[in-house]
């Protein structure tokens, strides 16, 4: 996986800006580590900074190539997993290729099917293409959003980059917020609205969109979305049609020359994963890498909960003998955890999901001393009805984010100067209107299956973006791509139309998911009730953050007293039960914790409000 970054340009000559984009490309390092390259010229700049994982020798970018009088230069960051289908459709037609790198044949894909090229592609990718003679730049992202692409239109130019520290280095593009940054970070945070950077005049290309920037300006369109679809096959036939979507998207993400290792938490979508993955190794004779996370002291402290009935070590045990796999654990204890929260900041650009977040940075660190990829078990959890909003009826019926219906319990912190220039309950039901209402139920009948639409839409767009943002940063700040098999988009396009009734075989959080991959593990665990991404139940956790917070909070120069009432943050220091931040693991410690974060994410950038 990749860093890009880049300018396009009509009004100045970019090579005068050679050291902002060695800038930017050094600030992209951790993302590609191995290699980079640049491409300069007066009109258009691309960066590169590559992390090599296929085809090592013949990958290297930006890569060119010539066809009837157009040079194309591409920027690429991804992978893609139907990369031999989409060369041998390129080779009937006579184009010859001299390595094996999906980047060659992205480039020359859109060199000789267009913009079409993009629907084509089945990975997780961002990418830009110059065009020299035509003088148009061309850029993408991945349907379900899982590499990112940010940019900002400076003067009447393009600027681009991977990941917004990038963007910050250029000289145009300054570390600002406004009262819309602050709604984000305060009323929607660690989510974001889609294609919004949270900065001023930073956004993000939104997933499966594309477009260009020319002299014409800037064009920015969908090329895919879902669409609901009359579901004909019964359920054996829907459970027959998942196993072999699922288990076909695994292998083929298994695809590397370099070493590949698996995310095993013992709950259902990473062990699917890791079994499948187990039985390619084992064909090849080859011992299969899984990694699990835990915290010192966790089994001593934990407590089961209607959201996490149960703790992962049992299960991961139990998968490990029988897959027979070489197993690695990864113990954090609270120092590092808390030390982490500052690195979880500088990785994702902003405040996120706090120990969430910092304690996969940590696991990622650690399995990049194994392994260049791994494969983790994201998005299964929204399309097959995993999370438990979608089960509960009451939860489900009510309208807004079911993720984080705590809207005025976080306007309350927000200074008065500020609350007066928000409507914070319009701020966040306008948006999730907009996505409600732009989900398609054309050929939906039941009410439940229009409502489980909705929910799909609003978990894809929303609460799975926060989710593989977190992946994202966390895994590439130490320099290993993580895949994510079940975000493959056939996939969600064939979920998408699977009455709930299927989905919820036998009144289990992901039933048909389980039913269709029977046998491929122990019914304990195929079986088992969901449990949430595993976090630190120990006490020292809360006192650590809390002494940190207290700190912040008798500091008088604090940047985050400059926006949130210091009576509440010492409130929430004090509470038994607040109201959780986001999700079912954002509770106390991790909301003490997320203020942290926004005190170093100011003081870090040194952002101005305006």
């Given at each position: 996986m990749c860093g890009i970054a880049g300018q396009v340009s009509f009004s100045e000559n970019l090579l005068s800006l050679k050291a902002d984009f060695l800038n930017m490309s050094q600030k992209l390092k951790n993302r590609g580590p191995d290699q980079h390259g640049?491409?300069?010229?007066?009109?258009?700049?691309?960066?590169?900074?590559?992390?090599?994982?296929i085809d090592i020798e013949n990958g290297r970018q930006p890569m060119e190539y010539e066809l009837e009088n157009e040079k194309y230069i591409i920027a690429y960051n991804g992978e893609l997993y139907n990369t031999d289908e989409i060369r041998a459709e390129l080779s009937a037609r006579g184009v010859q290729f001299f390595g094996h790198s999906d980047t060659e044949v992205v480039l020359k894909?859109?060199?000789?099917?267009?913009?079409?090229?993009?629907?084509?592609?089945?990975?997780?990718?961002?990418?830009?293409?110059?065009?020299?003679?035509?003088?148009?730049?061309?850029?993408?992202?991945?349907?379900?959003?899982?590499?990112?692409?940010?940019?900002?239109?400076?003067?009447?130019?393009?600027?681009?980059a991977s990941e917004i520290k990038a963007l910050l280095e250029h000289r145009d593009v300054d570390a600002v917020m406004d009262i819309n940054s602050l709604s984000e970070i305060m009323l929607i945070g660690p989510g974001r609205t889609p294609g919004y950077g949270v900065f001023k005049g930073i956004a993000e290309i939104r997933p499966a969109h594309c477009g260009t920037f020319s002299q014409n300006g800037l064009k920015i369109r969908p090329y895919w979305q879902l669409i609901s679809r009359e579901?004909?096959?019964?359920?054996?036939?829907?459970?027959?049609?998942?196993?072999?979507?699922?288990?076909?998207?695994?292998?083929?993400?298994?695809?590397?020359d370099v070493p590949v290792c698996t995310f095993l938490s013992g709950g259902l979508d990473s062990s699917l994963i890791t079994s499948v993955a187990n039985s390619v190794f084992k064909s090849r004779g080859e011992k299969l890498k899984t990694f699990s996370v835990d915290y010192v002291d966790n089994a001593k402290y934990f407590k089961k909960s209607k959201f996490q009935p149960n703790s992962d070590p049992h299960f991961i045990g139990v998968m490990s003998e029988y897959l027979d796999c070489e197993h690695h654990w990864v113990v954090i204890d609270t120092p590092e955890l808390v030390d982490a929260l500052y690195s979880a900041v500088d990785a994702r650009d902003l405040p996120g999901m706090a120990d969430v977040d910092s304690s996969m940075l940590l696991l990622c660190k650690a399995i990049k001393e194994y392994g260049t990829v791994a494969l983790s078990g994201e998005c299964a959890d929204e399309i097959f009805g995993g999370y438990p909003w979608y089960r509960d009826k009451e939860i489900r019926e009510t309208d807004g984010f079911p993720w984080a219906q705590s809207t005025a319990y976080r306007y309350s912190f927000l200074k008065d100067e500020f609350a007066s220039q928000i409507n914070a309950e319009d701020y966040v039901y306008s948006r999730y209107k907009k996505t409600v209402d732009y989900t398609d139920k054309c050929f939906i009948k039941d009410e439940i299956d229009i409502r489980m639409a909705e929910m799909l839409h609003l978990n894809l767009d929303w609460f799975m973006q926060t989710l593989l943002d977190r992946k994202d940063r966390m895994s590439m700040y130490s320099s290993l791509e993580v895949r994510v098999p079940f975000c493959d988009y056939r996939i969600v396009e064939y979920l998408y139309s699977v009455p709930w009734e299927y989905k919820d075989y036998q009144n289990y959080e992901k039933g048909l998911?389980?039913?269709?991959?029977?046998?491929?593990?122990?019914?304990?665990?195929?079986?088992?009730?969901?449990?949430?991404?595993?976090?630190?139940?120990?006490?020292?956790?809360?006192?650590?953050?809390?002494?940190?917070?207290?700190?912040?909070?008798?500091?008088?120069?604090?940047?985050?007293?400059?926006?949130?009432?210091?009576?509440?943050?010492?409130?929430?220091?004090?509470?038994d039960n607040p109201q959780p931040w986001y999700g079912q693991l954002m509770t106390t410690p991790q909301t003490i914790a997320y203020f942290i974060q926004f005190n170093y994410w100011l003081q870090k950038f040194n952002v101005r409000f305006e």
């Open positions: 640049e491409f300069f010229s007066n009109e258009a700049v691309l960066v590169h900074r590559r992390l090599s994982v894909a859109f060199a000789h099917f267009g913009e079409y090229a993009v629907n084509k592609f089945n990975g997780i990718f961002a990418f830009a293409i110059w065009q020299k003679n035509k003088k148009e730049l061309f850029f993408a992202r991945d349907r379900m959003g899982v590499k990112p692409l940010f940019f900002s239109e400076q003067n009447g130019s393009f600027i681009f579901h004909t096959d019964n359920f054996e036939q829907t459970a027959e049609k998942v196993r072999f979507l699922v288990t076909d998207s695994i292998k083929r993400q298994l695809v590397s998911l389980r039913y269709a991959m029977r046998g491929l593990l122990p019914d304990e665990v195929l079986w088992r009730k969901k449990s949430p991404y595993p976090k630190t139940h120990n006490p020292n956790y809360l006192k650590a953050v809390s002494d940190i917070l207290t700190q912040i909070i008798n500091e008088s120069s604090s940047p985050i007293l400059n926006f949130v009432k210091k009576e509440k943050l010492q409130e929430l220091l004090k509470a």
